[in-house]
């Protein structure tokens, strides 16, 4: 039997971005309220780090001007790596 993962399996688990937190590549653009889902985790809890994939309304409400910026510094803006403790799971 295959050993349960330290992170709780939360991959595949649909996420908000809390209150007060910003982009870590452009602390001005807040990504309070972001929606997506959990592709992978690294690292145990509470240090954990997610990576997610947003989901389509967050990609739509996205300022331009940070899909602009990631673009030019060839970020993929549909994607974040964030610390565990700033995003909720969603029930």
Not at 14 to 41: C, H, L, Q, Y
Request: net charge negative; hydrophobic share 35%.
């Amino acid at each position: 039997m295959a050993k349960k993962k330290a992170t709780g399996g939360l991959e595949g688990s649909r996420i908000r971005v809390k209150p007060g937190v910003n982009s870590p590549e452009f602390p001005d653009i807040s990504m309070a309220g972001w929606t997506g889902t959990i592709v992978e985790v690294s690292g145990k809890p509470p240090e954990h780090t997610i990576i997610l994939e947003w989901d389509s309304a967050t990609i739509t409400a996205m300022p331009a001007e940070y899909v602009s910026r990631c673009e030019s510094q060839q970020l993929y803006h549909i994607m974040a790596s964030l610390p565990g403790s700033d995003v909720e799971v969603l029930v």
